[in-house]
């Protein structure tokens, strides 16, 4: 059955770098989104993106955090200049057109030291 | 602004029984309302999605009520595993807004004991 998958799994960082998560959507999937959950909090909103733009983002999502579709399977997440607070598991959904169901990846866990 | 709740934040049953998890939202105007399953340090297992015109829906052992009205839902485990045992949760999507987003609950941590 096909998955979305997350690189890397887990990622370990210095305040201030920039990282960029990756994520590859189900094929046929034409709605991505990104979600964070802090450790012991609630899964949080980022952003959702259709049709090679921004659709909605939270206001979590400021001006460090940007999201690029750069090929046909790819789905990425930047973070300019990272924050300890940034300190999360980030995950990757997608959906196609239709259904609701989003679909969820393993996540990656970004630890800002 | 859409506050999701879960009761209990934690539960431990025997193998076998039959359990309830609830999930409440503050805002009844949602498009629909879906269960996960999230187990450590693992993604989230989409589990049951149900419309806001639907009251219910079923897979295998699962069950999943929806009073929108009342701005609930349960979710029915029958004859619990080991298996089970994982971190479940409820999300919401809201009526309007085109991102789909969805908003999550605080989750019911289920432990099912031998």
């Known amino acids: 059955e096909p998955e979305v998958t997350q690189t890397p799994s887990h990622q370990v960082t210095q305040m201030g770098q920039e990282v960029i998560l990756r994520c590859v959507p189900i094929s046929n999937h034409l709605y991505f989104y990104w979600y964070r959950q802090i450790l012991g909090q609630k899964v949080e909103f980022l952003v959702s993106?259709?049709?090679?733009?921004?659709?909605?983002k939270s206001e979590i999502f400021d001006d460090q955090f940007s999201v690029e579709r750069p090929d046909g399977s790819n789905f990425t997440l930047k973070i300019r200049s990272t924050k300890l607070e940034d300190s999360a598991m980030y995950f990757c959904?997608?959906?196609?057109?239709?259904?609701?169901?989003?679909?969820f990846g393993p996540g990656t866990r970004l630890t800002v030291l | 602004k859409q506050e999701v709740t879960q009761i209990p934040a934690a539960l431990s049953v025997p193998e076998g029984e039959n359990l309830v998890l609830n999930c409440s939202f503050t805002d009844s105007a949602i498009y629909n309302l879906q269960w996960f399953r999230q187990d450590p340090g693992k993604g989230l297992t989409s589990l049951l999605l149900?419309?806001?015109?639907?009251r219910e829906q079923t897979s295998g052992r699962l069950n999943a009520s929806l009073d929108k009205s009342s701005g609930r839902s349960t979710l029915y485990i029958a004859a619990s595993q080991p298996g089970d045992s994982a971190t479940y949760l409820c999300a919401v999507r809201r009526l309007t807004g085109g991102g789909n987003k969805l908003t999550f609950g605080t989750g019911t941590q289920l432990k099912v004991e031998l």
């Open positions: 993106f259709y049709n090679n733009e921004i659709s909605e």
């Open positions: 149900i419309q806001s015109s639907q």
């Open positions: 959904a997608s959906r196609p057109q239709g259904p609701d169901t989003q679909y």
